[in-house]
């Protein structure tokens, strides 16, 4: 029986290692990966639409889940100040557009949620948790400047300041322009 234990173990090891190692690796100074997906609406949101605006885009594991929930609430509360720099705010994750619509509805969240259901846009990212049947989004945010270049990539999140976070540094980003 213990065998059969390290033997599942080894195989857990092995595909986190190989989910790892299959991510892109994507710098500060890249072309942001471009995408087309729906949002909670239906509409196709495509990256060349926020051509000559910064762009704050996060991934996020699942709707409504105290962590996702927190995030996206406090870009809801400083969506507004995130808009008065120029950014706008888009969040992707795997679930569908429907699921989207309801949490965007029950938090009022003012920004679009895009979904990745096949999981495509998240793994161009490097953003992707594949685990054989189940996909996860990561929890990783790329700011993109107005040029459509990634110029800030964030791999370690404490969603209960990520946005402020993010206000600094577009303050800073900003003034080197």
Known sequence: MKIFILIGIA????????NVMAAPILKIGDD??????????????NLTDYKGK??????????DTPGCTTEACHFRDDFKFLES?????????????????????KYNLPFPLLSD???????RYGALNNFLVIKLAKRYTYLINPQG???????????SKHSQEIIEDLKTLKQQI
């Open 11 to 18: 195989i857990v090891f092995y595909l986190l290692r190989a």
């Open 32 to 45: 942001a990966p471009t995408f087309t997906l729906p949002d909670s609406q239906g509409n196709q949101v």
């Open 54 to 63: 910064w762009l704050v885009l996060y991934f996020y594991p699942k709707d």
């Open 85 to 105: 720099l120029g950014a706008k705010v888009v969040g992707v994750s795997i679930d569908d557009s429907f699921s989207h619509k309801k949490f965007a509805e």
């Open 117 to 123: 259901s096949s999981g495509e846009v998240a793994s």
């Open 149 to 159: 270049k990634i110029a800030k990539i964030y791999l370690s999140i404490d969603t």
